[in-house]
C-alpha cells in the first residue's frame, strides 16, 4: 500500500499547484471523454478537482484490499479518477467477468436487432429451431427472446448450469416466473445463426472493436466467459453511461439500452435485460423466488445500474453523478452468484470519498 499513498500524494500536491487558468478550465462543463482505441491512452483527473473528500480514500484502498480485490477503477465523465490494483495485479493482468458479462450479450442482442437480424419479442425457436428445451412445444414456444433477456423464461434454474435441452426443462410459463439462469446465453446462438457468423466474430466486429476493448471468451463447460483487463471492463461501462453511444458513434441504439436498465418484467423489479438496477422498492435475488422489501443497494445512487458477476466482479453506472466504478476481484467474503454484502459495504466507503 505505500505505494499507493505516495502516488496519491504527488497527485494531490501536483493538484494544488495547478495555476489560475486550470482552475476556470475546471469549472466549465466538461464534454464526456473516451479514450483512444491505442489501449495504453486515458486522460486523468484528480480526487481533488471533484472536491471529493481525500481523507477517506486510504479506508477505501485499505478495505478494497483486505477484501481480495485485484482490481478498482473510478471514471468520472470517461476520465479516470482512480486506478490501483492490488496482490500481483496489473493493468495488463486480464480477469473473468463471470455474470458481469451477461450485460454484454445484453447489448450484443441489441446490436443484432438494430441491424434487422432478429427481432426479441420472437419466441427463440424461431431462430434455433424447436426442441432446444425438453418443454412440452406449445411451451417452448411461449419462451421469446426478451424472455431471455429479462430472466423469465420459465425453464427450471434448480438443475445446475448445463444448458443442453435435456437440462432445459419446463417449471412454468414464461413470462410469469423469474429466476436467474444460464439459459440466457442461448442468445448468443440466436445472434450467431441470425447474423451467419460466430458469436465471437459476430461480437468483435460490432462491440470490442468499436470501442477498443481487448479480451476473449474463454471456454468454461458448456458456457463461455469473457476475460479482460480492468481497462477493458471500464471502457464497456463508460459506454453503458453514454447510453450506447462511444464518442460519436452510436454502438448500440438509446431506445433498446434504454429499455435494457428499466425493470424488464412484474415480478423483480431490480433487473432489466440482464443489468442489475438499483433504486428499485423490491428486489429478488439469484437462486431464491423470495420478494424482498428495499433495494439492492441502499448506500448506493438510485439511479445506478449495474453488471454483476460471480465473486464480486463489478460494473456499477451512476448517471447522475457520471461516474463509472469497476471492481475484480476473487470473492469479498464467501463465493456469491452476483450480489453480496460486499455492494452495499463498498458503496459506503464509495459514497464517504465522493460525497
Known amino acids: 500500500m505505500k505505494r499507493i499513498y505516495i502516488l496519491f500524494s504527488f497527485l494531490s500536491i501536483l493538484y494544488s499547484c495547478s495555476n489560475s487558468e ?21 486522460e486523468t483527473k484528480t480526487p481533488a478537482s471533484l472536491s471529493w473528500n481525500q481523507n477517506n480514500i486510504p479506508d477505501l484502498l485499505n478495505y478494497l484490499e483486505t477484501k ?81 433477456l429479462s430472466m423469465n423464461s420459465g425453464l427450471d434454474d434448480s438443475l445446475g448450469d ?38 465471437d466474430s459476430y461480437f468483435n466486429s460490432k ?15 458448456d458456457l463461455s466467459v469473457y476475460w479482460s483487463t480492468t481497462r477493458s471492463m471500464a471502457r464497456f461501462g463508460l459506454l ?3 447510453n450506447g453511444k462511444w464518442n460519436e458513434t452510436q454502438i448500440i441504439n438509446t431506445n433498446f439500452f ?34 424482498f422489501p428495499g433495494e439492492l443497494i441502499p448506500n448506493g445512487p438510485d439511479d445506478m445500474y449495474m453488471a454483476l458477476g460471480k465473486n464480486d466482479q463489478k460494473i456499477y453506472v451512476v448517471p447522475s453523478r457520471k461516474l463509472v466504478v469497476i471492481r475484480m476481484g476473487d470473492a469479498a467474503d464467501g463465493s ?15 459514497s464517504s470519498v465522493i460525497n
Not at 26 to 40: I, K
Not at 174 to 182: E, I, Q, V
Not at 208 to 221: E, H
Not at 264 to 283: F, P, R
Open 22 to 42: 486550470d482552475t476556470i478550465i475546471s469549472t466549465t462543463e466538461e464534454n464526456m471523454y473516451f479514450p483512444p482505441n491505442d489501449v495504453t491512452t486515458w
Open 68 to 148: 481480495n480485490s485485484k482490481s478498482f477503477i473510478i471514471l468520472h465523465n470517461g476520465k479516470i479518477v482512480m486506478e490501483y490494483y492490488f496482490n500481483g495485479h496489473t493493468n495488463t493482468s486480464a480477469w473473468y467477468w463471470a455474470s458481469a458479462g451477461k450485460t454484454l450479450t445484453s447489448t450484443v442482442t441489441g446490436i443484432a436487432e438494430q441491424e434487422g437480424l432478429l427481432n426479441i419479442n420472437n419466441k427463440v425457436s424461431d431462430y434455433l429451431g424447436t426442441g432446444w428445451t425438453s418443454a412440452p412445444l406449445t411451451k417452448e414456444n411461449l419462451i421469446t427472446c426478451k424472455n431471455l
Open 162 to 199: 448445463d444448458v443442453s435441452p435435456a437440462n432445459l426443462q419446463y417449471i412454468a410459463d414464461a413470462g410469469t416466473r423469474w429466476a436467474y439462469h444460464n439459459v440466457y446465453v442461448k442468445l448468443q446462438d440466436v445472434v450467431a445463426t441470425a447474423s451467419g457468423q460466430t458469436w
Open 207 to 221: 462491440l470490442k472493436s468499436p470501442i477498443g476493448m481487448t479480451g476473449a471468451w474463454i471456454p468454461n463447460g
Open 240 to 242: 453503458a453511461l453514454n
Open 258 to 291: 434504454t429499455n435494457a436498465i428499466t425493470t424488464s418484467q412484474n415480478i423483480n423489479e431490480a433487473y432489466g435485460y440482464l443489468w442489475w438496477l438499483n433504486g428499485k422498492s423490491t428486489y429478488h435475488l439469484p437462486q431464491t423466488q423470495i420478494q
Open 336 to 350: 456469491n452468484f452476483a450480489l453480496s454484502d460486499f455492494d452495499n459495504v463498498l458503496w459506503g466507503k464509495i
